[in-house]
């Protein structure tokens, strides 16, 4: 089987290692065809491009868009696009604007139920200043000793409804595929176990997806359970959509999934690698 992980993070976004070293961790896992996907940022493709070279490891170039859609968060991976596309970056840069805003309001809201200096806290976690997310925030409060994993913190905070969740209006799903397609590359709606959506809701998003030019999903993802990747896999087939893989690693110790260790895709699906000539 060849092992591919088309999902995963550095420190140019959310992630804890630099690109370099995630690469360095995807060659340790075997993975064979490896793409970084950062959030709304293609910062760190240079690096990983070149590591993945000198590891002799074969790389695509990715992207992980946050999108805004039916007032819920989705999540879209582009993947094989040239990074070199000027509306993409131009289109990244107006998604990634405004984190820092919501940052101080996250903070806000985290000092009122006793968790003090939360913006300055998260961005000692930071990488990248255009890039504070929600992940940082949740560091720094396992570091206050509130929570003490990362899905203590998604539990009790930074989601709706809980303190620190600050609503915010990203990419609409339509410029989000139509940047990864204008640059050449294959759009994939990320981990779709995720949304909590209806099946109506479900059938809404994949419909628009595929008609907006959107040609995968994700099956077999971190943030999947075994169910997910089969439940996941029908729902490829029944919408014609090609299947993705990928670990969703973001930082040793902190991620449910190691680069490369996730299971094969299930049969009778055609992955999003099918005509790379890999
Ligand atoms: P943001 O883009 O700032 O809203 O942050 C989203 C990031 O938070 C995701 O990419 C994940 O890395 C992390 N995250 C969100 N929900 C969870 C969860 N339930 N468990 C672990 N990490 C999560
Ligand atoms: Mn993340
Ligand atoms: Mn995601
Ligand atoms: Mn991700």
């Not at 139920?113 to 806290?121: K, N, R, T, Y």
């Not at 409060?141 to 994993?149: Q, R, V």
């Amino acid at each position: 089987m060849l092992n591919v992980d088309l999902h995963c993070h550095s420190n140019v976004s959310d992630g804890a290692l630099a690109p370099a070293e995630v690469a360095a961790r995807a060659k340790a896992g075997s993975v064979d065809v490896w793409a970084l996907t950062d959030h709304d940022e293609i910062g760190g493709i240079a690096e990983a491009r070149e590591a993945a070279a000198a590891l002799g490891m074969r790389y695509v170039t990715g992207v992980e868009i946050s999108v805004t859609w039916a007032g819920r968060t989705i999540h879209v991976v582009g993947l094989r696009f040239d990074e070199n596309n000027r509306d993409l970056a131009e289109g990244l840069k107006r998604t990634r604007c405004g984190r820092e805003q919501r940052a101080h309001e996250m903070a806000a809201q985290l000092a009122a139920v006793g968790i003090p200096d939360a913006f300055e806290g998260a961005l000692k976690h930071v990488g990248n200043p255009d890039l504070i997310s929600r992940t940082h925030f949740a560091r720094y409060i396992i570091e206050t000793g509130a929570c003490k994993d990362v899905q203590e913190v998604f539990a009790n905070y930074l989601i709706e409804g809980k303190p620190g969740y600050v609503p915010h209006r990203w990419a609409t799903l339509r410029d989000a595929v139509s940047w990864i397609r204008g640059a050449g590359g294959i759009a994939v709606v990320a981990h779709p176990g995720r949304y909590d959506l209806s099946d109506l809701e479900l059938d809404a998003l994949l419909s628009e997806f595929k008609q907006l030019g959107g040609a995968g999903v994700e099956v077999v993802t971190g943030s999947h359970t075994v169910d997910e990747y089969a439940r996941f896999a029908r729902i490829a087939q029944q919408y014609g959509l090609l299947a993705s893989r990928g670990s969703d690693f973001h930082a040793p110790g902190e991620s449910q999934t190691e680069l490369g260790a996730l299971p094969a895709l299930p049969p009778n699906l055609t992955p999003v690698w099918h005509d790379w000539a890999v």
